[in-house]
């Protein structure tokens, strides 16, 4: 079976600083991540996701994350953040033995600072 | 492009009281259909999923139900609502295919049970 820990449940930075959302995840076989943002009272969208090849992973709004197999972490980084990243981020990993499920990490409450 | 609907946006219910919450997706077929609930200040959890019409998988034994009458159509019931019932529901769905294949969120309903 799989686990994901997101280790802050909380991160305030402030605007055009870089921020590090921290995602580590447990399980005996292969595993695919994601990582999805959500926006006050509404649905999650994908941030980005790593299947396979390059560990480091770009997506939308400026956001890349880095698979780490060794360490079994998948962070998500963003270089400078704005006011409008504010949101909750969910780390999300599923196992690539065929099943259809995601574990989903508790989220971290990303709070962007002027 | 495909979207995916869910409604009501919020509900107030009495305990007791049945439930019946909807999600269709549109511009796609025979997707891989999934609720998820989500309570205040924990993660995702996966209630319900389903591969086609008539098959549904439990993750959770609980107070709720689902159904796939239709192809696109993915219904959330509960006979009798329970307090702990309350929390944010999201669907979602993925093309059928393996676990690598991202799952596409939908809304959200809101759901107090008083």
């Known amino acids: 079976a799989q686990s994901v820990t997101q280790l802050d449940s909380q991160v305030p930075v402030f605007e055009e600083a870089p921020v590090e959302l921290r995602c580590n995840y447990s399980s005996s076989v292969s595993v695919y991540l994601f990582w999805y943002v959500q926006y006050p009272n509404q649905g999650l969208q994908l941030l980005l996701k790593y299947l396979s090849g390059s560990t480091l992973v770009k997506g939308i709004n400026g956001f890349e994350a880095e698979f780490n197999k060794s360490q079994t972490s998948f962070h998500l980084r963003k270089p400078s953040v704005h006011i409008s990243d504010t949101a909750e981020y969910f780390c999300a990993v599923s196992d690539a033995s065929g099943t259809y499920k995601y574990i989903f990490g508790t989220g971290t409450r990303l709070k962007v600072l002027a | 492009s495909q979207t995916i609907h869910q409604w009501p946006a919020t509900l107030v219910q009495p305990v007791g009281s049945p439930l019946s919450l909807e999600c269709t997706v549109e511009g796609t077929s025979n997707p891989n259909l999934y609720w998820y609930r989500q309570a205040a200040g924990r993660g995702l959890q996966l209630l319900f999923y389903?591969?086609?019409?008539?098959?549904i998988s439990s993750e959770v034994p609980q107070n709720l139900s689902a159904s796939r009458p239709q192809d696109r159509q993915f219904i959330l019931s509960s006979k009798k609502l329970l307090l702990s019932d309350s929390g944010f529901y999201l669907c979602?769905?993925?093309?059928?295919?393996?676990?690598?294949?991202?799952?596409?969120f939908g809304p959200g309903t809101r759901l107090l049970v008083l």
């Open positions: 979602a769905w993925s093309v059928a295919g393996g676990a690598y294949e991202t799952q596409y």
């Open positions: 389903s591969v086609g019409i008539g098959q």
